[in-house]
């Protein structure tokens, strides 16, 4: 049974920090490629970073230099360094793999950041 369950997240003030973790089993977790999305209420969940298993990321313009994707394939994990964060960065955040057809959801973690 693959599962992915996520820690992390909360509450913090403008210009703070947080990180997200994503711990997997039931795969075979560093032949997957991983990213963290959001979602805020009332929008489309958009992708904020990507990793493939060989090392290529890509990271929405919005969090670009602020936050950080990586992996722990040791431990079948997954992290999202957020640094520098904004109101507008309040969203439910998603971890997800993905290899061909075979994808995978985090339950979901709420950020909120305060002005």
């Known amino acids: 049974q693959v599962q992915l369950v996520q820690s992390g997240g909360g509450l913090v003030q403008a210009g703070g920090s947080l990180r997200l973790s994503c711990a997997t089993s039931?795969?075979?977790?560093?032949?997957?490629?991983i990213g963290w999305y959001r979602q805020a209420p009332g929008k489309q969940r958009e992708l904020v970073a990507g990793?493939?298993?060989?090392?290529?990321?890509n990271y929405a313009d919005s969090v670009k230099g602020r936050f950080t994707i990586s992996r722990d394939n040791a431990k079948n994990t997954l992290y999202l360094q957020m640094n520098s964060l904004k109101p507008e960065d309040t969203a439910v955040y998603y971890c997800?793999?993905?290899?061909?057809?075979?994808?995978?959801w985090g339950q979901g973690t709420q950020v909120t950041v305060s002005s």
């Open positions: 997800n793999v993905a290899l061909n057809n075979r994808i995978f």
């Open positions: 039931g795969i075979t977790f560093s032949i997957y490629d």
């Open positions: 990793l493939t298993r060989s090392g290529s990321t």
